[in-house]
């Protein structure tokens, strides 16, 4: 991954989409993580972070970019129950077994599949879980203007920063299941285009 400038990162924390709340409750509920210790991997400028903060005993924000781990600082703050950590999916820098529950946005299209998977099953309680947070655009209009605007570009970087494995692969042979929660967001045209080069995942 290229490395952020902190301006960038700024656009990162401004334009990208949110992830739900909702979402999130439901996660902490149905893993029964409200006492529990939860690892963001991948989590950038704590987008995803923020939603669990308050909310379980304790997390871990593991992001490998300087720029994106000090914006989230400044954005979240510091906390007892809030730890950042220069690491990444293939080693997370946690102890064994310690771990409740992993959640991971869209980051996880630039996880190394195998190594990642191996870490996670290091880091994890016996009866820990994975929870994967992404999108669901059902008319198609996100990704058709970002193909419009610049397929060659769009195709590239897709290429460039994604690996081909489907969500599931990280679930080994557990069947995952999954929940989708509806959110509206309205934007301005100055921030959609803003932003319009962040929401494939493949920023940086």
């Not at 690491?87 to 299209?109: C, F, P, R, W």
């Not at 994604?162 to 679930?171: A, L």
């Not at 959609?192 to 493949?202: K, P, T």
Request: net charge neutral.
């Amino acid at each position: 991954m290229n490395k952020m400038t902190r301006e960038k990162a700024g656009q990162y924390a401004k334009y990208r989409l949110p992830y739900s709340i909702a979402a999130s409750k439901f996660i902490i509920d149905a893993a029964n993580v409200s006492q529990g210790i939860v690892a963001d991997i991948g989590a950038g400028t704590g987008l995803l972070t923020k939603h669990f903060v308050g909310n379980v005993k304790k997390i871990f924000a593991i992001e490998p970019d300087f720029e994106m781990r000090n914006l989230a600082q400044d954005l979240i703050g510091k906390r007892q129950d809030l730890e950042y950590i220069d690491g990444m999916a293939e080693n997370t820098k946690l102890l064994d077994h310690s771990i409740d529950l992993i959640v991971a946005a869209n980051a996880y299209h630039r996880f190394q599949p195998e190594s990642s998977i191996k870490e996670f099953k290091r880091i994890l309680k016996p009866n820990g879980m994975l929870a994967i947070f992404s999108y669901q655009d059902d008319d198609h209009f996100l990704r058709d203007t970002m193909r419009v605007c610049n397929v060659d570009q769009y195709n590239k970087r897709l290429a460039a920063t994604r690996h081909q494995e489907p969500v599931q692969y990280f679930y080994g042979d557990s069947a995952p299941s999954r929940y989708l929660f509806k959110q509206e967001l309205n934007e301005t045209w100055d921030e959609y285009w803003g932003g319009s080069d962040l929401r494939d995942g493949s920023a940086g």
